[in-house]
């Protein structure tokens, strides 16, 4: 959303009916471009002030953020100097994007003096910062050459015109008539932008390009509408596409309950996509590891192929070893075979040493690839194991919904440690500290056919589900050799399940799993009591018995 002149003007306005007169009893800073005042005036108000590039902005809010351990330094400097002020005025010049906080407050000489708390809402030169009554700076968040402690502030008009101030529906008209609106509505005056002029279009149902005279004098007189409109429940905040605007029409929330869930969201569905793109690099650069590991497993296999060969050749050139000349520096001996009908075959020597010694050469060669397929063959079965767990993590966190499921897949990655580093930490860190308790694990459910099924979204959920959760008559679900959820048709009573519901609930393992792109899938089913747990099997990985199989199409 486009935080503009307009919303900014529909804030203020807002703001001015609420917090003058107010105290601010904390301040906090979640982040290091937001400031969170809280503010007592016959109710508590939180004030967000954000100078965030993508998201700058002030509004009231009802969500709280983590605070850091210790306060940051602009923090303890606004608990300083505002800290028991009294909110006098809230105010921007016309509809400019610079909003000036002024507060009362005490001196250290418990003198009463005038401060001011400014936020500058300018994508990336978006800043806070505090000055004396004299517009001298006290400090800011972000400083630069124009923006240092000890200088004056200086407020930069922006050159355009002023749509509060203008006089008639002619000179609007002179102005924009055969104009681009998009560009020369934002261009011409302080507080329009591109979304608000969308907004407006489409609003009056007018196309930019078929704009006629009435049509201006139709947006000229709403547009004055919705600048006299600020604090009035006429004018509140809709969506048009993907973008808001502020929009004449009766309000069902204030302007700054709409901001304040409007960037929540925004807020939690990029934590939620930036959280999972950040883990699955990690899983996934572990994945490449396994994967990696496993084609060198593959190689030793390969290798381990020869083993009998060179027993072969050990023991045939043993056998004849009385007809070979043994000094003799041969690079290759062709002997009959009895292993092969006494076919011959040609063995390769080494000829920079005697017989003997390449029969020891091809024995040692021998032993050495038969342990070796007996330790590769072991770590194959671990590897492909440690894949098929990793392959599990990257499908949880492909079919997370939202920031609690990244949650849950990040402490369960933790406990089950897929790194060398993470190991080294966790053995570094090794301090007895006290049992936190468990937390809730929350499953989803649904009807079907008047029974209760549950899905588990992660291998967690999974495990919970299918080995603490379930009941015996329970009957359980899963996609055949394929990642997916386990779910769980609750029957403690043991009734029969009728068909079309059984198939239902196929049908949602499938949905539930990597084969829901597939024309035919597999999907297993036992009662829960079937399904056991391995020691030391990775979370989500059961075994199960006594089966029956749905394709699903």
Known sequence: ?????????????????????????????????????????RAN????????????????????KPNPQNAPNFCMLLRKYLVGGKIIDISNYDLERTVQIKLECYNELNDLVVRKLLIQIMSRQSNLILTNENN???????????????????????????????????????????QNLMTCLPNLWIGFSKPFVKATLEVLQKEEKNISEAD???????????????????????????????????????????????????????????SRRNLLQIVSGNLKKVYKKLENI??????????????????????????????????????????NNNNLLTIPLDHKVNVQKNIQQYFKKYNKLKNALVIVGQQKKEAEKEVDYIESIVFSLENAKSI???????????????????????????????????????LQSQEIGGFTVYVGKN????????????????????????????????????????????????????????????????VDYCKAKYVKKSLGAKPGFVIYTNYKTIFVK
Not at 231 to 258: L, M, R, W
Not at 308 to 329: P, S
Not at 506 to 513: C, G, H, R, T, V
Request: negative net charge; hydrophobic residues 35%; proline residues 2%.
């Open 216 to 274: 201006l004098k139709q947006m000229y007189q709403y547009l004055k509408s919705v600048t006299s409109s600020f604090g009035t429940k006429n004018i509140c905040v809709k969506q048009f596409e993907k973008d808001y605007a502020i929009v004449q029409e009766e309000q069902t929330q204030t302007i700054n309950e709409a901001l304040d869930e409007i960037y929540f969201e925004k807020e939690q569905k990029s934590a939620f996509l930036s």
């Open 404 to 442: 609690d499921d990244i949650v849950d897949v990040y402490a369960e990655i933790s406990e089950n440690v897929m790194t060398k580093k993470e190991m080294a930490r966790k053995q570094k860190n090794k301090v007895s500290k006290k049992k936190t308790k468990e937390k809730e694990i929350i």
């Open 136 to 178: 001298v700076i006290i400090d800011s968040l972000k400083h630069s050459e124009d923006c240092l402690p000890a200088h004056p502030y200086e407020f930069v008009k922006i050159s355009k015109k002023s749509f509060l101030e203008l006089e008639s529906e002619q000179e609007f008209l002179d102005l924009v008539q055969n």
């Open 1 to 41: 959303m486009a935080f503009d002149g307009i919303t900014t003007k529909a804030v203020i306005v807002e703001l001015q009916k609420q917090l003058i007169g107010g105290k601010v009893n904390k301040v906090f800073q979640p982040t290091k471009n937001e400031i969170v005042l809280s503010i007592y005036n």
């Open 298 to 339: 593959n190689r030793k296999l390969k290798e381990c192929e020869n083993m009998e060969t060179y027993r072969i050749y050990g023991e045939l050139l043993t056998a004849n070893l009385y007809q070979i000349k043994v000094n003799e520096n041969l690079t290759e001996i062709t002997l009959p075979n009895y292993y």
């Open 459 to 522: 291998n967690v959920q999974n495990d919970y589900l299918s080995i603490k959760f379930a009941g015996k008559n329970d009957i359980w679900f899963h996609t055949q050799k394929i990642h997916g959820s386990h779910i769980l048709l609750r029957n403690p009573e043991d009734l029969e399940v009728p068909e079309e519901v059984l198939l239902s609930c196929a049908q949602l393992a499938k949905e539930n799993s990597k084969g829901k792109m597939s024309s035919n899938v597999a």
């Open 45 to 64: 108000y939180m004030l967000l002030l954000s100078a965030s590039p993508d998201e700058c902005r002030l509004h009231l809010t009802t969500h709280t």
